[in-house]
Every structure is written in C-alpha cells, then in structure tokens.
Nanobody
Framework: QVQLQESGPGLVKPSQTVSLTCTVS??????????WNWIRQPPGKGLEWIGY???????YYSPALKSRTSISRDTSKNQLTLQLSSVTPEDTAVYYC????????WGQGTQVTVSS
C-alpha cells in the first residue's frame, strides 16, 4: 500500500518561496499511469488542486497558480517537491500530497502558515 508523507518549513514570510517535500513509500513515483498531485485546504475553505507531476515527469498546474508553482521529483529518493513562490497570507493552508486520480492515497498534510 502506497504511503505519502509531506514535510515543510511550517512558517514562511510573505514574498518568500515555500518548498514542500512528499516522500512516497510502498510504490514508485515512476509507476505507469500514476499521477502525483498537490492539493491544499485553506482554513475554513474547500480543497484546491494545485497541480501534478505524472509517472513520466510531465507536469500540469492550476491556471490560477501556474505562474507561482513548480512541481518536480527526485526518482532516486522517490520524492516529490512543490515550490510556491511569492507567497502571501492567502497561501496559508494545509498542503497534501495525493496519488491519483482518482485521489485514492493521501498524505497526512503539512501546515504552511504565511505570516510576517
């Protein structure tokens, strides 16, 4: 069974770039037809899809966040990375790494708070 574990800095200042890592175990991120998503949930709001990197390394981003988002991978470590630049307090959220779709395997999430 695939397991996902997110990690990140927790607190970042406005205008900085936040970098989050997702470590995948129990399966390879290069396995055929798998998509590895980043999704976030701001406090009191619904889920927002950020983007994905697929089994081949191709990426696709939400148009709303595309200009500030980069998703990459390290196949030797079976890890995914999300970088979000020029953050503002509106980027405060729990960030999830999710396999799919369908979105069938979720990490526990990592809190990112943007505050000066």
């Amino acid at each position: 069974q695939v397991q996902l574990q997110e990690s990140g800095p927790g607190l970042v200042k406005p205008s900085q770039t936040v970098s989050l890592t997702c470590t995948v175990s129990g399966g390879s991120i290069t396995a055929n037809y798998d998509y590895w998503n980043w999704i976030r949930q701001p406090p009191g709001k619904g889920l927002e899809w950020i983007g994905y990197i697929d089994y081949s390394g191709s990426t696709y981003y939400s148009p709303a966040l595309k200009s500030r988002t980069s998703i990459s991978r390290d196949t030797s470590k079976n890890q995914l990375t999300l970088q979000l630049s020029s953050v503002t307090p509106e980027d405060t959220a729990v960030y999830y790494c999710v396999r799919g779709g369908p979105w069938d395997s979720w990490g526990q999430g990592t809190q990112v708070t943007v505050s000066s």
